[in-house]
């Protein structure tokens, strides 16, 4: 197990530092996010529990992570044991997750994009929607429906490849990590902004929002404007927001 738990937290120390996670993904997300204090969070496919803990540290009232993956939820134990937070974890999906009562606030980060069809799409919708208290909001992060596809090599100064094996809806795009002692590679969908409009609209969600891409100014200080110039013009992931 212990070794288990080195490779994850390797894993997760590594990617937090990521300049496109720390810079790009985070700046977005908590931008779209908004004041969550005192607020109740479920956390869906949380993973070891990155973004769970940030939702505590800003002051939520609550915060549940589920995730479908043992592996993740008991290394996410392991640092809530290791330094409490008062987060709740356990080895659900979405689908699952309605005995946990309604929330404030759902965030699904990078979960949308693993739906194969859009009927799996519109599923994981409602049951998102399902999670929710009257008023609360749904922030997600998923791959961006003007991701680059034609050049493999577009994302590589930031630390991934993109190959796909086409450009129609629902099409499988598969992502390879470039950057030096993080190999890995996850595969998605990516689906057309009409589509997830279509899914979350039809679960009976509203106002739906996607939220421009936006870089901390720590990040321009880090690396220039320049650096984040093409990533801007088509980031590989997008913050999509709605309300119930």
Request: charged residues 20%.
């Amino acid at each position: 197990m212990s070794s288990q738990y080195d490779t994850l937290a390797a894993i997760t120390n590594l990617t937090a530092e990521l300049p496109l996670r720390k810079y790009y993904e985070e700046y977005t997300f908590f931008q779209a996010l908004g004041d969550i204090k005192g607020r109740s969070v479920l956390d869906v496919a949380c993973g070891t529990g990155l973004y769970s803990r940030r939702f505590q540290q800003r002051g939520a009232a609550r915060v549940v992570g589920i995730d479908n993956s043992e592996g993740m939820i008991d290394y996410a134990r392991h640092l809530e044991a290791s330094q409490p937070l008062g987060i709740e974890y356990h080895v659900l999906d979405a689908a699952s997750a309605r005995g946990l009562g309604t929330f404030d606030v759902v965030a699904a980060t990078y979960l949308l994009h693993y739906a194969p069809t859009r009927e799996v799409l519109r599923d994981m919708c409602t049951s998102l929607f399902a999670s929710l208290a009257p008023g609360g909001r749904l922030v997600s992060i998923c791959m961006s429906p003007d991701i680059e596809l034609a050049d493999a090599s577009y994302y590589r100064k930031y630390g991934f490849e993109v190959a796909s094996q086409g450009k129609g809806d629902g099409d499988v795009a598969t992502l390879t990590s470039v950057a030096p002692g993080l190999p890995f590679t996850i595969s998605a969908h990516h689906w057309s902004r009409a589509t997830y409009e279509e899914a979350l609209r039809g679960a009976g969600l509203r106002e739906v929002v996607w939220h421009p891409p936006q870089i901390a100014p720590e990040g321009i200080t880090a690396l220039g404007a320049e650096y984040w110039t093409e990533y801007l013009r088509l980031p590989h992931a997008e913050v999509v927001s709605c309300v119930k």
